[in-house]
């Protein structure tokens, strides 16, 4: 069974403290790898997408690499906006195209 | 381009109602996907369809629920006989064949 972690649950940040979100997977083939930001009462919001290991995209203080088992969201110079819950999702290879999302990491950024 | 749209966005019904919830994928999708989350948990896959196919319907309960995505007119995600834990928010998402965004949900309470 396609499974996803992520960790931590929770991370609390001083404005400006990079760190790391992980995502931890396990797929029958992975046909790629999905980061997503969700905002309270709103629906997830498409950040970036990763299909080989070794793999990176950027896009502002965020950026995303992929090996075979893991996943990491970095986070450099972080803003108060940059404060969601991160997801994570897989999608396999065979079978159909649903996506496997992990728990979550929230994240909170102090000024 | 407009974005994926979902109504209603609040959705209040007493037990033994029926729920519809709608959604009309952005211009040019033809993939929609229904995923909930119930409270304190994780995006969990429902249904994938395409126009007026059911493509995986591994996710939805075996009872009470059913989807369609007519050749006209929105996708639509019905509940009959609506029970108390079926509380969550219901998020539609639609996809050209890879990537998929994500609307803002509909918030089901069951009284």
């Known amino acids: 069974e396609d499974q996803v972690t992520q960790s931590p649950e929770a991370l609390r940040l001083q404005e400006g403290e990079s760190s790391s979100l992980n995502c931890s997977y396990t797929?029958?083939?992975?046909?790629?790898l999905f980061w997503y930001r969700q905002d309270p009462g709103k629906g997830p919001e498409f950040l970036f997408t990763?299909?080989?290991a070794g793999e990176e995209k950027e896009k502002e203080r965020l950026k995303a690499t992929l090996t075979k088992k893991e996943s990491f969201l970095h986070i450099t110079a972080p803003k108060p906006e940059d404060s969601a819950t991160y997801l994570c999702?897989?999608?396999?290879?065979?079978?159909?195209?649903?996506?496997?999302f992990g728990q979550g990491t929230r994240l909170t950024i102090n000024p | 381009n407009a974005g994926v749209m979902q109504n209603p966005r609040h959705l209040v019904r007493r037990r033994g109602q029926e729920a519809r919830l709608r959604c009309s994928p952005m211009?040019?999708?033809?993939?929609v996907y229904w995923y909930r989350q119930l409270p304190e948990e994780g995006l969990k896959f429902m249904v994938y369809?395409?126009?007026?196919?059911?493509?995986?319907e591994s996710g939805m309960p075996k009872e009470r629920f059913s989807a369609e995505f007519p050749k006209e007119g929105p996708s639509i995600l019905r509940i009959q006989q609506v029970v108390r834990g079926d509380s969550a928010a219901y998020f539609c998402?639609?996809?050209?064949?890879?990537?998929?965004?994500f609307g803002p949900g509909t918030r089901l309470t069951v009284l």
């Open positions: 998402a639609s996809s050209p064949g890879g990537e998929q965004f």
């Open positions: 797929v029958s083939g992975l046909r790629g």
């Open positions: 990763l299909y080989s």
């Open positions: 999702a897989v999608q396999a290879n065979q079978g159909a195209q649903k996506l496997v």
């Open positions: 211009k040019g999708h033809s993939h």
């Open positions: 369809l395409q126009k007026e196919n059911i493509i995986d």
